[in-house]
C-alpha cells in the first residue's frame, strides 16, 4: 500500500510508490523518526474524540458543528496498534487530546493499554491534556490504569467570564477537577490558560497565584489560528512579551535552561521553587526543536499543529496485510514530509481548515 498523504483544501501530492519504498528501506536502518532537518520525533499527541464539553469562542462555533463520522473513528485496538508502531519506532510519550478526551467511554482503557507499552528505551510516558469537567469522577481509575502527567485548561477563574468564553456554566467542575489533580500523586501537575485581549488578560498575575495555590504550573498559550470559525485576528493577541511584563510586575522571572524540544519556555518565580510557562507559537516560533507529530481522531497523522496535509491510517488498518510495516512506513513519509516551520509570519500562510477540537490539543 502506497503512503499517500490527504491534503485538506487542494489537490494532495502523491508520493511515489517506488520512492516511499526506497525512502522507507534506508530509514529502516535506524529506527529513530528522524526528518530531513534533523529532528528526531520522540512525542505523538493522540485525539480520542472530536466532540467536547464546552464551546470555546477560539476554538469551536457553539452550534453547527459537522463531528466526524462515528465510524471513522479510531476504535482502542486500532489506537493501540498505531501507537505499538511508534513506540517501536522511537516514540516515548503519548499524550491524549481531543476535542476533550474524557467523553470517550473507554477512556480508562485507553489508558490502560497504552501505558503498557514500551519503547526501545523503555516505558513510554502517558500524558493527558483535559478541559477537567469529568476528571474528580474519572481520575483515581486512570490514575490506577496508569496516567503519568496531566494538563487541564482553565482561562479564567470568573464564572461570568467562563460562561461566555465556552457558553457553557461548568466552571465549578473545572475547579473541582483541579483540586482532585492536586489531591493526586500525578506531577508536574500544570494549567493551561489562552491568553486573550480584553477577555483574560487582566487576571494573568492572578492565573498564576492560581496555578501555585493548587501545586501546579500556569502554562501561557498565546491565541493561535486554529479557531473553527477562521476568525482569528492577530491584534486580539497577547504577546510572549505582553505576559512576561505584566507577570514581571508581580515576580522576578528567571529562565530555566535546557527547555529541549519542549513546546514552553519557563521561568523561576522570585527565587522558586515555583514556575510559570509560555508557549508563543506565533511570537516566538520553536519549530527548530519540535519533536511531535499528531493522529486525530480518525485515523490522520500530522506533522504539524498547522499543516494542511495528512496522512491517512484508516485505510491501511482496516484493509488487513502487512499492517504494522505499512504504519511504519506511513509514520516515516510524514516524518519526511515535515517543514523547517509553521509559516504564520508568512504572508502565504494558510490556516488549516480543521479546528484545533478536530486536530487535536
Do not use: K
Given at each position: 500500500m502506497t503512503a499517500i498523504p490527504v491534503?485538506?483544501?487542494?489537490?494532495?501530492?502523491?508520493?511515489?510508490?517506488?520512492e516511499a519504498s526506497d525512502l522507507h528501506e534506508a530509514d529502516a536502518a535506524s529506527t529513530a523518526l528522524i526528518d530531513t532537518h534533523g529532528r528526531v520525533h520522540r512525542d505523538l499527541r493522540i485525539s480520542l474524540t472530536d466532540r467536547c464539553s464546552l464551546r470555546c469562542t477560539y476554538c469551536m462555533p457553539e452550534?453547527?458543528?459537522?463531528?466526524?463520522?462515528?465510524?471513522?473513528?479510531?476504535?482502542?485496538?486500532?489506537?493501540?496498534?498505531?501507537?505499538?508502531?511508534?513506540?517501536?519506532?522511537?516514540?516515548?510519550t503519548f499524550r491524549l487530546t481531543g476535542g476533550e478526551p474524557l467523553l470517550r467511554a473507554d477512556i480508562v482503557e485507553v489508558v490502560r493499554r497504552l501505558a503498557a507499552i514500551e519503547s526501545p528505551s523503555?516505558?513510554?510516558?502517558?500524558?493527558?491534556?483535559?478541559?477537567g469537567i469529568r476528571l474528580a469522577e474519572l481520575l483515581p481509575a486512570l490514575q490506577e490504569a496508569g496516567l503519568h502527567r496531566l494538563n487541564i485548561s482553565i482561562d479564567t477563574l470568573r464564572r461570568d467570564?467562563?460562561?461566555?468564553?465556552?457558553?457553557?456554566?461548568?466552571?465549578?467542575?473545572?475547579?473541582?477537577?483541579?483540586?482532585?489533580?492536586q489531591a493526586s500523586s500525578l506531577r508536574p501537575l500544570k494549567l493551561n490558560a489562552v491568553a486573550m485581549r480584553g477577555v483574560n488578560d487582566d487576571e494573568l498575575v492572578e492565573l498564576v497565584a492560581f496555578a501555585i495555590a493548587h501545586d501546579a504550573?500556569?502554562?501561557f498559550i498565546e491565541q493561535m489560528p486554529l479557531d473553527a470559525g477562521h476568525t482569528w485576528d492577530r491584534a486580539q493577541m497577547v504577546t510572549r512579551e505582553e505576559i512576561l511584563e505584566t507577570l514581571r510586575g508581580r515576580w522576578t522571572l528567571t529562565p530555566v535552561p535546557g527547555r529541549g524540544g519542549a513546546?514552553?519556555?519557563?521561568?523561576?518565580?522570585?527565587?522558586?521553587?515555583?514556575?510559570?510557562?509560555?508557549?508563543?507559537?506565533?511570537?516566538?516560533?520553536?519549530?527548530?526543536?519540535?519533536?511531535?507529530?499528531?493522529?486525530?481522531?480518525?485515523?490522520?497523522?500530522r506533522n504539524c499543529l498547522f499543516s494542511?496535509?495528512?496522512?491517512?491510517?484508516?485505510?491501511?488498518?482496516?484493509?488487513?496485510?502487512?499492517?504494522d510495516a505499512e504504519i511504519d512506513r506511513m509514520l516515516r513519509s510524514c516524518v519526511r514530509g515535515k517543514l523547517p516551520g509553521h509559516a504564520i509570519n508568512d504572508p502565504s500562510f494558510l490556516q488549516p481548515a480543521r479546528g484545533m477540537n478536530a486536530i487535536g490539543g
Open positions: 491534503v485538506i483544501g487542494r489537490r494532495p501530492p502523491v508520493i511515489d510508490r517506488a452550534q453547527g458543528n459537522e463531528w466526524l463520522a462515528r465510524s471513522s473513528i479510531l476504535t482502542l485496538d486500532e489506537i493501540e496498534r498505531i501507537a505499538r508502531v511508534a513506540a517501536a519506532a522511537g516514540v516515548t523503555g516505558p513510554v510516558q502517558l500524558a493527558m491534556t483535559t478541559n467570564r467562563f460562561h461566555d468564553l465556552t457558553r457553557r456554566d461548568r466552571l465549578e467542575d473545572v475547579l473541582t477537577g483541579i483540586a482532585a489533580a504550573e500556569l502554562r513546546p514552553a519556555e519557563r521561568w523561576v518565580l522570585d527565587d522558586g521553587p515555583h514556575t510559570v510557562g509560555v508557549i508563543a507559537s506565533v511570537t516566538a516560533p520553536f519549530c527548530g526543536d519540535c519533536d511531535r507529530l499528531r493522529l486525530t481522531a480518525d485515523g490522520q497523522l494542511t496535509t495528512e496522512y491517512d491510517l484508516l485505510p491501511i488498518l482496516r484493509a488487513g496485510g502487512e499492517v
